[in-house]
Structure formats: structure tokens, C-alpha cells
Nanobody
Framework: QVQLVESGGGLVQAGGSLRLSCAAS????????MGWFRQAPGKEREFVAV????????LYADSVKGRFTAARDSAKNTIFLQMNSLKPEDTAVYYC??????????????WGQGTQVTVSS
């Protein structure tokens, strides 16, 4: 079992920054890639970023490439999503998830509860 708890969401003006954290626990956590996904009201959950089990590989959605950075600190059992140059269209509930190195939310086996990010124009 893997338990995930996100934090760091909030309200920010367009152009601002936020850093999301995801605290992971569970014996097998380090074996999984960690993904970030988001879901806006009335929309499907969509891929944002994924980082491999050892942090050596990352993949980003085109909509966030160059603005968001995923990282993992294995010593602290924490995964981060640094979000810069935020836009109103980034407004969503953000989730971290554990599973394969994949962009498909359906393939992830474990999910956090989500944290709200709101970007005002």
C-alpha cells in the first residue's frame, strides 16, 4: 500500500508561482513512478507531469512544459511540483499518483486526496 497526501495549493495571481508537495508513505513507494494530474470543473482528469522511480526521467504535458518542474526527494519521501508563470487555465484540483511511468491516469494505482489551485486573472 502507498499513501499520498498533497499540500501547497492555494490562490495566486496570474504569473505567480506555487509549489505543490506530495508526502508519500508505504514500503513500496520507491518502486513507483510518481505522476501529477489535474481536474478542472466539468473536465476529465488530465496528465500534468510524471517522474520516474529514481528521478532520472520526467515527462510533461505540452500545456505546462517550460513552466512546471517535477522533482522527488527520496530522503524526505516527498514529491514536488514547482509551478511558475501560472495561468488562469491552470486552475484545477491537482492530484499526485503512484504507478507506472505513464501519462494515463487510468494506469495509476494510488492517489492522493487532491489540492486546489486557483489562478486569478
Amino acid at each position: 500500500q502507498v499513501q499520498l497526501v498533497e499540500s501547497g495549493g492555494g490562490l495566486v495571481q496570474a504569473g505567480g508561482s506555487l509549489r505543490l508537495s506530495c508526502a508519500a508513505s508505504g514500503r513500496s513507494y520507491r518502486n513507483y513512478a510518481m505522476g501529477w494530474f489535474r481536474q478542472a470543473p466539468g473536465k476529465e482528469r488530465e496528465f500534468v507531469a510524471v517522474i520516474s522511480w529514481n528521478g532520472g526521467s520526467t515527462l510533461y504535458a505540452d500545456s505546462v512544459k517550460g513552466r512546471f518542474t517535477a522533482a522527488r526527494d527520496s530522503a524526505k519521501n516527498t514529491i514536488f511540483l514547482q509551478m511558475n508563470s501560472l495561468k488562469p487555465e491552470d486552475t484545477a484540483v491537482y492530484y499526485c499518483a503512484a504507478g507506472p511511468f505513464s501519462t494515463n491516469p487510468g494506469s495509476m494505482g494510488y492517489w492522493g486526496q487532491g489540492t486546489q489551485v486557483t489562478v486569478s486573472s
